[in-house]
């Protein structure tokens, strides 16, 4: 099923960008029920965001900043941590503040509410969407599937070769693709690596007797791990001059497929601190099932949705 998205991550869509010049404007937003976007520029001491309209200044209530601030699934750090960000928001209506001054009144709430009920409940396992890196932990990145709303991809599945943690492989702000892997009790859980290319896809960018850049990323007593592509490693003889992190150039031996494996041999390092940028093979629509492993290859590496 091929996904329309109606809702996006907040921050990327400057079409949403609110710039109220007249209250008559004003007026036609809460009429059209429109979903804008505003830069947070203040939460007060009540956890009530104020945000930027253009020629006006919008207030969005704590009750109305998130969907679960009420039930309390939400802590206000969530709404404390949005100053100086994008946030996305329906205007609703006025009112006169305790100075007597008309406010312009937003909410968040109800767009994600709208979100979850038309767009994110209507997800199933192996649909592909776009998100965007919210924050990133050892365990996994949180990403923006929508509206503001988080979700998590498990660090075991941001790729096939092995890091230490995500910042090595996104970082936040970052807009990708992701698919979702299973909804359990009402949470989401997304991967990003069958989207990265199989072990064939991969090793074809790559030819015997090249010299490369790869990352390491493990060093074992029986060699060093390193990778080419977020979804293809090679081993190379070990060398305590190397360790974990560090960028090398390396000469590829040999390429197996029957055994999955690359043979490489490490010429140097040298500094760069760049994340590897990811390559897609696959963009949209929704995956059933996804095979790593090559057909002659002994081993069977495969995930279904």
């Known amino acids: 099923m091929m996904i329309k998205l109606k809702y996006f991550p907040e921050g990327v869509n400057d079409k949403l960008l609110a710039n109220f010049k007249s209250f008559d404007e004003v007026k036609e937003a809460i009429r059209t029920g429109q979903v804008y976007e505003g830069r947070v520029i203040m939460c007060d001491r009540e956890h009530n965001l104020h945000i930027d ?15 679960g601030v009420l039930e309390g699934e939400v802590r206000d750090i969530a709404l404390i941590s949005k100053v100086g960000r994008f946030v996305c928001f329906k205007v609703i209506g006025f009112r006169r503040n305790d100075s007597g001054k008309r406010e312009i009144v937003l909410s968040r709430r109800l767009v994600q509410y709208n979100c979850k009920k038309e767009y994110i409940d209507s997800l199933s396992p192996g649909d592909i969407i776009s998100a965007r890196v919210t924050r990133l932990e050892g365990f996994g990145a949180f990403i923006d599937i929508g509206a503001g709303i988080n979700s998590l991809i498990p660090i075991d599945m941001l790729s096939v070769s092995r890091i230490s943690h995500p910042r090595e492989r996104l970082k936040e702000g970052q807009l990708l693709r992701c698919a979702l892997r299973k909804r359990e009790d009402g949470k989401l859980t997304f991967t990003l690596k069958e989207l990265l290319g199989t072990w064939e896809q991969n090793a074809a960018e790559f030819t015997v007797g090249e010299t490369v850049k790869g990352v390491v990323r493990s060093v074992e007593s029986y060699g060093i791990f390193v990778e080419l592509a977020p979804n293809l490693a090679g081993l190379a003889e070990s060398n ?10 390396v000469f590829i031996k040999s390429i197996i497929p029957e055994k999955m494996k690359v ?14 940028p990811l390559k897609y093979y696959i963009t949209e629509g929704k995956i059933n099932a996804f095979r790593y492993s090559p057909e002659c290859s002994e081993k069977l590496i495969e995930t279904v949705f």
């Open 263 to 276: 043979k490489l041999v490490i010429v140097d390092s040298f500094s760069d601190s760049a994340v590897v």
């Open 53 to 67: 309209l253009g020629g006006f200044v919008g207030i969005i209530y704590r009750s109305e900043g998130a969907l």
């Open 240 to 249: 305590p001059k190397f360790e974990a992190g560090q960028r090398v150039s």
